[in-house]
């Protein structure tokens, strides 16, 4: 049993180091009895660029352990060191492109418009750290963004936060997002991959096309602007990610298909 998280960035390119790691994965694909992967988005890409069989295909996705006690978002504003923004959005994530936080800092201007104490934090580290802190400057917000670099103290980020903004290029699942939908945070993310298995459009967080600052800067001033809907909906995700998404769920799945696997043929 092999499990798939995500389509890799350089396999969705067509480049010549594609073709023997295809190859690669298809001869281990055929070892498998079973393939977990992690949503019905990602499954479609994988029949279709990877020529994965479906039959071979159990979608399980990730699971989340309870809220637990958030910190007062003042106090944790000032464990971060953050200047004193108002509102506060952010992202969890590795920095690279598939990520799109470059979407994010072009929303950012739109943002600060209508707020004019605006502020957003990018918690995580990776290739595109340094050319995001060059469209900040060029952007002119710069001093509205704080680049925290990876952590450990995940809840104590999303504690701080007003709204959690999810800006994906492309995405398999989005566990940073539903970390955050079990913390009660308001959520605007990207209507790509499997996203939109993991949020219920108008339900419980807001989806906007990828690659489009223009929607996420609107999302974004929609929610912060209407609290009460933007409470709803951080309830209702949180109700979501605790009975939908819960790690006892997701194991006992997982538990269920090495069984099955282990009592079969052969």
């Known amino acids: 049993v092999s499990t798939k998280h995500a389509p890799d960035e350089f396999r969705t390119r067509r480049t010549w180091k594609r073709v023997p790691f295809l190859l690669l994965e298809r001869l281990a694909y055929e070892m498998d009895d079973a393939v977990i992967v992690v949503s019905e988005g990602l499954a479609s890409f994988l029949e279709e660029a990877e020529r994965l069989p479906r039959r071979k295909m159990e979608i399980i996705g990730h699971g989340v352990d309870g809220p637990g006690t958030p910190m007062p ?3 944790a504003r000032r464990a971060l060191g953050l ?10 994530g590795r920095l690279s492109p598939e990520k799109g936080h470059l979407h994010l800092l072009r929303a950012l201007p739109a943002i600060a418009a209508a707020f004019h104490g605006a502020g957003c934090v990018l918690a995580g580290d990776g290739p595109v750290r340094r050319d995001l802190e060059d469209e900040a400057l060029r952007l002119g917000v710069a001093g509205r963004v704080v680049f925290l670099g990876r952590r450990r103290d995940v809840p104590r980020v999303l504690s701080a936060l007003d709204l959690f903004v999810q800006p994906s290029v492309y995405e398999g699942f989005g ?3 539903l970390e955050a939908m079990a913390a009660g945070l308001p959520v605007v993310a990207s209507r790509v991959g499997g996203i939109p298995e993991v949020v219920q459009d108008g339900a419980t967080g807001i989806l906007v096309p990828p690659g489009d600052p223009g929607a996420l800067a609107s999302a974004v001033i929609g929610l912060l602007r209407d609290r009460e809907r933007a409470r709803r909906l951080g309830d209702a995700a949180a109700l979501c990610a605790q009975e939908r998404h819960s ?3 997701e194991a006992a799945r997982v538990d269920a298909l090495y069984t099955r696997v282990l009592e ?3």
């Open 73 to 75: 978002r003042a106090e």
């Open 83 to 92: 200047p004193s923004f108002d509102p506060l959005v952010g992202a969890v």
């Open 175 to 177: 566990l940073s997002l």
């Open 247 to 249: 790690i006892a769920r």
């Open 264 to 266: 079969g043929p052969g």
